[in-house]
């Protein structure tokens, strides 16, 4: 067996781009289909999604995540993610301490505006109470 060192730390860092003494990343949760749904982008945007949700779990926010508007804040985040004219979007909230919970992936549609469709935003709000409900039920536990 071999004595940890400060080169066994950088290593670390450089691998994974985490010191030795950060918290393990949060879990992710998912609300729905919203996983399911994920399985279905194609490879590109899906690992886009992919990163912008790992930078969730370690405290950051990706460049390609911007808050959601209608929710009053930073706390509902949406990825936005292209591929040959397509769009594809995840919205995910991190106002819970302990978890990220994904709400909702789904491919924009309409060429009109960049507005998220009324029926998107009803799907994304219900789903949202159901993560409130999670959590609170998780922290009775």
Same mark, same amino acid.
């Given at each position: 067996m071999w004595a940890h060192s400060y080169l066994d730390d950088l290593f670390i860092y450089m691998y994974n781009g985490m010191s030795v003494e950060e918290a393990a990343p949060k879990p992710v949760r998912w609300v729905g289909r919203s996983l399911d749904d994920l399985r279905t982008l194609p490879d590109e945007p899906r690992r886009e999604v992919g990163h912008a949700l790992f930078a /969730?779990?370690?405290?950051?926010t990706d460049p390609a995540a911007k808050p959601l508007k209608g929710f009053g804040g930073a706390g509902v985040l949406e990825i936005v993610a292209w591929q040959q004219g397509d769009t594809w979007r995840a919205v995910y909230t991190v106002r819970f301490e302990d978890a990220i919970y994904v709400l909702?992936?789904?491919?924009?549609k309409s060429?009109?505006?960049? /507005?998220?469709? /009324?029926?998107?935003?009803?799907?994304?709000r219900r789903r949202? /109470?159901?993560a409130e409900r999670d959590y609170k039920r998780r922290q009775v536990q």
């Open positions: /969730a779990q370690r405290g950051e909702h992936v789904f491919q924009k060429k009109k505006g960049i /507005a998220t469709p /009324a029926r998107e935003m009803d799907l994304i949202l /109470a159901e």
